[in-house]
């Protein structure tokens, strides 16, 4: 999948996920709207696109701070002295028997090689410049764990973050002359897990992520999302020209048109969505949030017909699903959303 035409396609607009939204708490339980065009190709792009959430796990949490992010203002808080750190960090690694749960089929007792890391009221405090008037904060707590296993011919990989109920979470702050100027909170519950072959990359998500992010002068913002949920992962299966995806996903935001709320996703075609040059060329994506469908049958010119609630086919031509997807428009993305 790294080098997958796929890849690029979905990528195209990720750099304006939905990490840019204003309000968090849990993936919202409530339908979306699917009534109109507009609807049916916003959830395009959040389910598959560049507004989604898919995209960004291709490539695994790695739950470090990304300073291009924006993060969420912080409370008052006494900062610890400088160049201190209190609490925990243990880390563990080895090799250890694994069951692959979520896949489909599963795989039971598989050796992998892992390593992990508990942290344990972590707290690092660190100082610069004249009179220490830089500050960089840090604060973690709760289990990270990866590993990797099998071979060439059928890689495994997992991520796991969080115990039972309760998240890890990693907490970036920076501080100038006392201001804060950088705020980035990251909470990960949940687990994933890919097999990867020569011919194709499955990977199943049963995850819950919040974020909140804060930068000087810029919007405070927050989100939050699950993809799977108690009843199953959501599944996605990608080869160099095809995708498959089954399952749900969840989401709450704070903007206009993107409230959020939860979807089922599925590619009920035979092989799933065919891609050609980067394009949907072929197959059908299925979307259903509460009592309401919209279901896109790809062509092979790069456009689509769009059926809302089983009504009359609608046409998407090939500049509308491109701009779905890479997010151009969509009411889910900060920099179509003005302050």
Same mark, same amino acid.
């Given at each position: 999948?790294?080098?997958?035409?796929?890849?690029?396609?979905?990528?195209?607009?990720?750099?304006?996920?939905?990490?840019?939204?204003?309000?968090?708490?849990?993936?919202?339980?409530?339908?979306?709207?699917?009534?109109?065009?507009?609807?049916?190709?916003?959830?395009?792009?959040?389910?598959?696109?560049?507004?989604?959430?898919?995209?960004?796990?291709?490539?695994?949490?790695?739950?470090?701070?990304? $300073?291009?992010?924006?993060?969420?203002?912080?409370?008052?808080?006494?900062?610890?002295?400088?160049?201190?750190?209190?609490?925990?960090?243990?880390?563990?690694?080895?090799?250890?028997?694994?069951?692959? $749960?979520?896949?489909?089929?599963?795989?039971?007792?598989?050796?992998?090689?892992?390593?992990?890391?508990?942290?344990?009221?972590?707290?690092?405090?660190?100082?610069?410049?004249?009179?220490?008037?830089?500050?960089?904060?840090?604060?973690?707590?709760?289990?990270?764990?990866?590993?990797?296993?099998?071979?060439?011919?059928?890689?495994?990989?997992?991520?796991?973050?969080?115990?039972?109920?309760?998240?890890?979470?990693?907490?970036?702050?920076?501080?100038?002359?006392?201001?804060?100027?950088?705020?980035?909170?990251?909470?990960?519950?949940?687990?994933?897990?890919?097999?990867?072959?020569?011919?194709?990359?499955?990977?199943?998500?049963?995850?819950?992520?919040?974020?909140?992010?804060?930068?000087?002068?810029?919007?405070?913002?927050?989100?939050?999302?699950?993809?799977?949920?108690?009843?199953?992962?959501?599944?996605?299966?990608?080869?160099?020209?095809?995708?498959?995806?089954?399952?749900?996903?969840?989401?709450?935001?704070?903007?206009?048109?993107?409230?959020?709320? $939860?979807?089922?996703?599925?590619?009920?075609?035979?092989?799933?969505?065919?891609?050609?040059?980067?394009?949907?060329?072929?197959?059908?994506?299925?979307?259903?949030?509460?009592?309401?469908?919209?279901?896109?049958?790809?062509?092979?010119?790069?456009?689509?017909?769009?059926?809302?609630?089983?009504?009359?086919?609608?046409?998407?031509?090939?500049?509308?699903?491109?701009?779905?997807?890479?997010?151009?428009?969509?009411?889910?993305?900060?920099?179509?959303?003005?302050?």
């Amino acid at each position: 999948m790294k080098n997958s035409a796929i890849r690029m396609a979905i990528l195209a607009g990720s750099a304006v996920l939905l990490a840019a939204c204003n309000n968090g708490g849990g993936g919202g339980n409530d339908p979306v709207p699917l009534e109109t065009k507009s609807d049916g190709l916003r959830e395009l792009g959040t389910s598959i696109g560049g507004a989604g959430f898919l995209v960004e796990h291709l490539d695994f949490p790695s739950g470090s701070a990304d $300073k291009r992010a924006k993060a969420v203002r912080a409370n008052a808080k006494a900062l610890p002295d400088c160049n201190t750190v209190t609490g925990s960090a243990t880390y563990n690694g080895g090799a250890k028997d694994r069951d692959f $749960k979520l896949l489909d089929p599963p795989v039971s007792g598989l050796r992998v090689d892992f390593d992990g890391q508990l942290r344990v009221n972590y707290e690092q405090n660190d100082c610069y410049g004249e009179d220490d008037s830089i500050s960089e904060y840090f604060r973690a707590d709760g289990n990270l764990e990866e590993g990797t296993g099998g071979s060439s011919e059928a890689a495994y990989y997992y991520y796991s973050a969080g115990s039972g109920n309760t998240p890890a979470y990693d907490l970036n702050e920076s501080r100038e002359d006392g201001e804060l100027v950088f705020r980035q909170y990251l909470e990960y519950l949940g687990t994933i897990e890919r097999l990867e072959t020569p011919t194709r990359i499955v990977q199943a998500f049963r995850l819950s992520q919040k974020r909140e992010f804060f930068e000087r002068d810029e919007r405070d913002t927050k989100l939050s999302f699950d993809l799977g949920d108690s009843n199953a992962p959501l599944r996605l299966t990608t080869t160099s020209d095809s995708l498959s995806v089954e399952g749900s996903y969840r989401y709450s935001t704070g903007f206009s048109g993107c409230k959020g709320g $939860k979807v089922e996703v599925s590619t009920p075609s035979a092989g799933g969505i065919a891609f050609t040059d980067s394009r949907p060329s072929g197959g059908e994506l299925r979307l259903r949030s509460g009592g309401s469908t919209a279901s896109f049958t790809f062509s092979n010119d790069g456009g689509a017909t769009l059926v809302i609630n089983g009504g009359a086919g609608i046409v998407v031509t090939p500049e509308e699903l491109e701009a779905a997807l890479v997010a151009e428009s969509s009411p889910c993305v900060e920099d179509n959303n003005p302050l």
